[in-house]
């Protein structure tokens, strides 16, 4: 029963991305997680012709480009998903594949080959996944069982061989975190050559297990407006920590500088751009080939050690992957953002 949205409202020509919908709610139990309590753990989604509709209202408008499934975890309904797929690829191929799409899900898409390929094949080219954390124990405590049980670093590799590229979501602040995690963390961000990984600092949302259990524990803070800071990621910790709250933030601390120094960061572009096996070359779109030189102003401005190590990454990539040149780029604009 959603109406179709006003897209023509958009000055589409400034946004980088448009955003659909196909489903909502997630199957899991995160204890720090909301989606659940907001929309429950059964998914329920709009039916193919409503997307299609949408993907149309965008189409004849003009857009062309990338489009962002805002799913929680477009796999949550994965038999519905699996029947969308098909009418979604045929949409795409009729019109010459005019979008490319990111999303969201949980990792054990990459146990689920077919799958892996179909939406390859219907022209995915990324994904976020929560992580969360390397560590078993905090995994296990914070009800994320779906990332145990398995080599986080051969999933990862499975999911960017399938031609789809990894985001990824960490958490430091658990209260399983016996003491500093930041080695561990940085070893597995590194292991999985995921370029760009979303690290924050736990906090407790309303509605949550967490929320709830830390409140029952006399540790939860007053309620404040963490809206007001404007960052989701450094916006955490609004509780009393079982490790000293110090030792969290230079963990916290300790992560970022690692994982975003040019040689560390374009080092994992590099290996990316290696295994990202895309089945569909990026169409050029306009504004692509001046977004690409005000890139090339940028990352020269940032100094000749960034400099340096993009043009290392950007060489290797167009000698033995050309297909993956567009996206090894787009990770590199990225780092412009993060770095």
């Known amino acids: 029963k959603s109406p179709l949205p006003r897209f023509d409202l958009l000055k589409l020509d400034q946004y980088l991305h448009v955003g659909v919908q196909f489903s909502r709610g997630c199957p899991f139990s995160c204890e720090f997680c909301d989606i659940i309590e907001l929309y429950g753990r059964v998914p329920r989604t709009k039916t193919n012709a409503q997307v299609m509709a949408e993907l149309d209202a965008l189409y004849n408008l003009g ?8 799913d929680d975890n ?25 979008f490319e799409f990111s999303t969201e899900a949980s990792i054990n898409l990459a146990d689920d080959p077919d799958l892996l390929h179909s939406l390859s094949d219907t022209n995915f080219f990324a994904i976020f996944v929560g992580i969360e954390s390397p560590d078993t124990d905090t995994l296990v405590m914070t009800q994320k069982k779906q990332n145990t049980r398995r080599s986080l670093q051969q999933s990862i590799e499975t999911i960017h061989r399938a031609g789809i590229f990894v985001n990824a979501g960490f958490i430091v602040g658990f209260d399983s975190e016996k003491s500093s995690v930041a080695a561990g963390m940085i070893a597995c961000i590194e292991d999985t050559a995921i ?7 736990l906090y407790a949302l309303p509605t949550t297990q967490l ?6 524990e006399g540790r939860l803070f007053p309620a404040d407006d963490q809206t007001q800071s404007g960052d989701q990621c450094t916006a955490g910790l609004n509780f009393e920590t079982k490790r000293p709250r110090r030792d969290v933030l230079n963990d916290y601390r300790t992560v970022l500088k690692a994982i975003y120094d040019p040689v560390a960061y374009f080092g994992r572009v590099r290996r990316l751009g290696r295994m990202l096996k895309r089945e569909r070359a990026h169409r050029m779109i306009k504004g692509d080939l001046r977004s690409f030189a005000r890139l090339i102003l940028r990352i ?6 960034t400099a340096g190590q993009f043009w290392r990454m950007l060489i290797d990539c167009a000698l033995h992957n ?7 780029i787009m990770t590199s604009a990225l780092y412009l953002h993060l770095g």
Do not use: S
């Open 211 to 216: 929320t709830r259990r830390l409140l029952a």
């Open 195 to 201: 370029p760009v990984c979303m690290v924050g600092l």
């Open 63 to 70: 857009y062309r480009g990338h489009v962002d499934f805002v």
């Open 300 to 305: 020269h401005r940032a100094g000749p050690g």
């Open 322 to 328: 050309p297909k993956a040149v567009p996206y090894v």
């Open 74 to 98: 477009l796999i949550g309904n994965k038999k519905a998903l699996k029947k969308f797929l098909p009418d979604l690829k045929r949409w795409q191929a009729e019109r010459k594949f005019p």
